[in-house]
């Protein structure tokens, strides 16, 4: 039986109008015109995109080079957001692969898993070894890399944005007064950053509220240059960034516990110890403001392997903002508010989105062109799904009330928006 042309078979499992693809045996498919284009390269591709589910299987195929995107690579995902690759069953699957190229059936090794595939070797999964690891793996990559993707803030959380026209450096900013104000941080006060990154939270307070502000990390590197920034801007003497476990924190009695983008690494059965933790270090009357991305329901299981497991977050876990809320109470904190900053991440990974695309050269010459797409797939796929709701970001405010039950809080919110 003569072999179909492959452009023409895939396309017509993607059915996507707005879409021209090409293939390694010279078919093509789809309106010439189209702005989004794609090119199989070789029956590597193929392989990829269809024995694994399509977020997958899609990531290995562009990281890997066998997969090229002409046009806005945001764009072509929503083109194939439905899913209609990934909801083929496997047998399916297996007669589009016999039916273009029997060479497409063969197993490849995925390209840039090294870390999936050793890390049974680092301990028990959120052992302090294995976190250490996971950490290390994601942010250890280089600085500059980050400079380039983050911008000026260095700051790899949601941003706030104070107006739809604000500024990335703008919303980034507004996001850290922001968190400030709903701790209630005022001249004086003891903030304890969990998960601190590059120090920007530490540096602001420091800054602007006169908070002496502890910040934690387990990269390295975010600690070096976290401290680099902190003697710069001339606050050595309020504002510490250490390179450690947040477990290994041993002083107490904060007036502020912030924990910005870290719950995601922490796994759904470290949640109770870990709010525990957090609340042993507060003082009476001390808030703790957890921001965290989110699962939009607590019915749906939680998603511990694919594309961002294997590629970017290793062993990162999402919750709901229900499970959230309900560790913090069983830790024994009073949650008082709670907001949904959703748009705001989409808009945040727009901006993140267009500085790489600015500097794809100097990211490829500096980390490789292979993470360069690992970092274009994640945050064009990452905005999608804010976009879509299929994930959330939630700030959650808790209070350790005192042993009268005082809280300390205004009778309504007064940080203002």
């Not at 999936?116 to 793996?137: E, N, T, V």
């Not at 390295?220 to 680099?228: C, I, V």
């Amino acid at each position: 039986m003569p072999r179909k042309p492959i452009a023409n078979v895939v396309w017509n499992v993607l059915r996507e109008p707005a879409l021209h693809l090409t293939a390694y045996d010279g078919s093509s498919a789809g309106p010439e015109d189209a702005t989004v284009r794609a090119d199989l390269r070789s029956p590597a591709a193929l392989t990829y995109l269809l024995t694994a589910p399509s977020s997958l299987g899609l990531a290995r195929a562009y990281v890997s080079g066998e997969l090229e995107i002409g046009g806005d690579l945001y764009e072509m995902l929503q083109l194939v957001w439905n899913d209609r690759i990934g909801s083929l069953s496997w047998a399916d699957r297996i007669d589009v692969l016999r039916n273009i190229d029997p060479k497409a059936l063969r197993w490849i090794d995925p390209p840039q898993e090294e870390f999936h595939a050793r890390r049974w070797r680092q301990g028990f999964r959120h052992s302090k070894a294995r976190d250490a690891a996971a950490i290390s793996h994601h942010y250890d990559v280089s600085n500059r890399f980050y400079e380039w993707v983050l911008g000026p803030s260095m700051t790899y959380t949601c941003a706030c944005f104070p107006t739809p026209s604000a500024s990335l450096e703008e919303a980034q900013e507004h996001k850290y007064d922001l968190v400030a104000r709903k701790i209630g941080l005022e001249p004086g006060m003891r903030l304890l950053d969990v998960g601190c990154g590059w120090g920007g939270m530490v540096r602001h307070t420091a800054k602007h509220y006169g908070v002496r502000a502890l910040g934690v990390t387990l990269s390295r590197q975010q600690a070096e240059w976290a401290a680099k920034a902190i003697a710069e801007d001339g606050l050595t003497d309020l504002a510490e960034v250490r390179y450690c476990d947040y477990r290994d924190v041993r002083e107490d009695n904060f007036d502020a516990v912030s924990s910005i983008g870290l719950t995601e690494h922490i796994g759904a059965a470290n949640l109770p110890a870990y709010f525990g933790f957090l609340r042993s270090r507060l003082r009476p009357q001390g808030r703790l403001l957890n921001h965290c991305i989110t699962r939009p329901t607590t019915t749906e299981a939680v998603r511990i392997r694919g594309f961002i497991d294997r590629y970017v977050f290793p062993d990162g876990e999402l919750e709901a903002v229900g499970a959230i809320v309900t560790a913090m109470q069983d830790a024994g904190l009073e949650v008082r508010h709670e907001e949904n900053l959703r748009e705001h991440y989409a808009q945040t990974l727009r901006g993140w989105c267009d500085n790489l695309s600015a500097h794809w050269d100097e990211v490829v010459d500096e980390v490789g062109v292979g993470r360069a797409r690992v970092w274009a797939m994640y945050m064009a796929g990452s905005r999608l799904g804010f976009e879509r709701r299929t994930i959330e970001l939630h700030q959650v405010l808790g209070v350790r009330v005192d042993e009268h039950g005082e809280a300390g809080m205004p009778l309504r919110p007064d940080w203002g928006t």
